[in-house]
């Protein structure tokens, strides 16, 4: 994927301004740094044939390499583009580059997985991170459109960050205030089942403009104004809902009934057989619904703009509107990036939230 990218697709794009067309470019405008990044990427590939106790450790480390060489190349690249051009000149990141940079991901992660050594993997993550800002710090990172996007967005950059997540963080939080007793109340009502998950189903099939939409008119019989905030965190809430409800529900209805009746048998009540045994049990489909919800509610997010939430969906609408593409990257770059994260810590809390012995037993 990467080598495809470099070899066969544009690998930046330089544009005589912010809005007009771009003449894409090859990576061997990057100079050395370009090919270096194919050759990373050649042993990537090459990496993937080796035996298995070598090949975790190579593919980890070319594609953290390809990755940080990556970065590099786009520096250089737009260095030698904007070498005696006009000031409001722009050099963008081209869909070769896009590629080369879902390939090297792709690549390491297959590595550290491969690998089996959690040392090993955050030893390589470590310097792979130390030089990647190396790179950006010092390197010519800086003359890319979307750096200079930034440049420009800075202070009012972060605010939408913030917004953003405080957007999804609510919308989250009140779906899982509401998700997680509907789940509990769903094993033991099928009456609560069959009605709550029907209409939750129903409600994520709604599109987010329509959902932003429908609720003008309760909100408005409340007396609450269906502009701003409010609106947003309960059409996300809403979105939320449906991954958060049925792993909810479907944890505790896995949970073996002879477990249940063995609590039971040591005089366990139904409070303490929900809060000690089932909830223990079903807390790794329940996590897993949790992120589910995250990663949902992020890029939803990015609708309530239109309805003045806030949040990095304006730097992607006002890119569209100007045909700015790298204002509208601006925005829709960190979205991603916080989805990874939110994932990733989401992971990271079933590791430490769940019993070892939960996990290998297969109720997950």
Known sequence: MALAGCLLLPFVEFRPNRIASGVPEGFAVAGLSGWLLVAAAALALISAFLPARSRGPALLGTGAATAILLLSALGSAAERLQEGAPVIARVSIGSGAWLAAIGAITVWF?????TGSVRVNRAVSVIALLAG????????????????????????????????????GAGL??????GVPLGVLASRSRVVRDFGLGVVSVIQTIPSMAMLGLLIAPLAALGLTAIGTTPAVIALALYALLPIMRNTFVGLAGVDPATIDAGRGMGMG????????EVPLALPLVIEGVRAAAVLVIGIAAVTAFIGAGGLGILVFQGWGQQADDLTLLGAVPMVVLA??????MRMLRRLAVSPGIEEGGLS
């Open 133 to 168: 800002l190396a790179v950006m710090l010092w390197g010519s990172v800086g003359e890319l459109s979307l750096a200079k996007e930034y440049a420009v967005q800075s202070r009012r950059f972060w605010m939408l960050v913030r917004q953003h997540l405080v957007l999804s």
């Open 110 to 114: 297959a590595g550290s997985r491969a």
């Open 173 to 178: 939080g009140a779906g899982m205030l509401i």
């Open 340 to 345: 990874v994260f939110a994932d990733a810590a």
């Open 270 to 277: 139904r409070l303490q057989l929900l809060f000690r045994v």
